[in-house]
């Protein structure tokens, strides 16, 4: 019976995003907006964001930069009095908003977890100088220099340290089975689309 | 050694607060034989403790003077003080429990005179007081102790200061050889009003209840509104003593939260919206409440006077659950901190004093209870029928405030006087 009532974006929520049958448990009291140290920068606190979702708020919630301004430190969730798994909400709707296509371009957070995922999944290992000479340049060639040279003592001092090897920006390491590693990504990516509907 | 005259027609009250009191006089009232078993030196509970009820704002001590009243007119109560249960064996109809006397150090001859209090020096934690001031170490417990009689506290046993106080004493009532003894009384049935305790503050962490001197408890206020309080009745912040004109309740401190305590405590909402009289009684115009709530639960009749309370400028409601307290080293102010959901408006604002509206937490919660008590969640004991005769009175089965609390001990002692009806028609008297 209450079925009924509850909006489709609700539903969809439900459905597709992890940790999302949780949101309808939000009593609105405002301590995790309070208590999020971010909470000045973004567009709506997640108490607000829970509220618009009730609302049917579809095309505001998701193309908001809000949950992409999440840092994880998990301050919300042990506040929280009934318990939401509010981090998990936020990165639920920003990973539903993404594959959805509707997520702010260009948001750093976002970009940062793209390249992220897009340098892993190649090779299986993670290529810290490219991932991070990409955050450098995502804005262009020119603020990409400028970055470089901002932080040339730091790479420096990595490369000294051993922390660092010049010689990554050309291939760099892998894992020993990749064809089994990306079947594996294949397969997986499978499973989920087929659970939150995206096949 | 104590005697207590019990028998499997006896109903067992634990607990001496309002609805123990009330539990005892209604059995009492209809005939039964009650022994009454207070764990404080003095009848009363923590409604002796309050300054105001509401929602009439009349005084607790007209309350509590009609029932002491009834009592003291009334030969089937046996009360035992600074007594406590420790164990209950039988079942329905034949309950034996074992009950524990503290030493009070002080007899029946007791007048209440005064005496010993003046000459002796050392001073203990006011209890009565929430442990705001002090004491003398020979006290009366509170001006309306029943029974009206002095405690000395074990703590100067074996000192100077008992000798001299035994000395002062014109009327022999001083006996610093009293030892704790164990007795054993049967019950036909038991009401359990134990009633509640205040919610540990110190564990809601972001309100620094155990750090910042001006965070105090609703309970706290109630005692420095009171004119027996430890400010002499008047509203002064602990840190330097200032005339604390700017107030802030945090509702919901510690209840309705997973973390804490789960249920709703019924109380507090009433219970701040009461106190802010205190503050327009003592400031008038240039007093200022700010109530900081998730949502407002003056349930039912009370609706009138969360009007009544809505419509006084110096009021302020602000629909948030604060994030954090912080206190200001210098100013002792209090700066609160959070987002106001109704426009998503960030505050930071400092306040005089803060109180918690601390929620209620059974006190029968991690006693070793007799039996398999059926309880809930929360800890309150359950109206069911596998308690056998064993029955939840006032807060111990329920967060509730004092007109619910005396309904709920009343059905209590209806529920144990048929007991005892049945035990008396098989045994044939």
Redesign the interface.
Known sequence: MSENYRNNFLKEVEERVEEGHWVKMCMQCGVCAGSCPLGPHWAHPPQEIFMMIRAGKREEVLTSDSMWMCTSCYNCVVRCPRKLPITHIMHGLANLAYRLGLSPKNQTTQKFASMFWNNLAQTGRVNELKLSLGMYFKDGFAQGIKNAMAMQSVGLGMVKAKRLNPMELFGGHGIKDKSGFHAMLKKAREIEDRRKNFA | MTEVIATNQTILVVGGGISGMTAALEAAECGKNVVLVEKNPALGGRVSQLYRYFPKLCHPICGLEINLRRLKQNPRIRVLTMAEVTEITGGEGDYTATVRLAPRFVNENCTACGECGKVVDAEVPDEFNYNLSKVKAAYLPHKMAHPQRYVIDPSIIGTADADKAKAACKYGAIDLDMKEESIQLKAGAVVWATGWKPYDAAKIQ?YGYDRFSNVITSVEFERLADIHGPTKGKILRPSDGKEAKNIAFIQ?AGS?????LRHCSRICCMASLKQTSYVREAYGDEGKSTIYY?DIRAIDRFEDFYQKVQKDKTVTFI??????AVQDEKTGDVVL?????EG?H?YATPHDLVVLAVGMEPSVKGVNLPAEIVSDSSGFIEADPSNHAFFGAGCASNPLDVNRAVQSATASALRAIQVVNRVARVEGQ
């Open positions: 972001p919901c309705r939260d997973e973390n804490h998730i629909k948030s659950k604060v994030a954090k901190h959070g987002v106001n959901t998503y960030r």
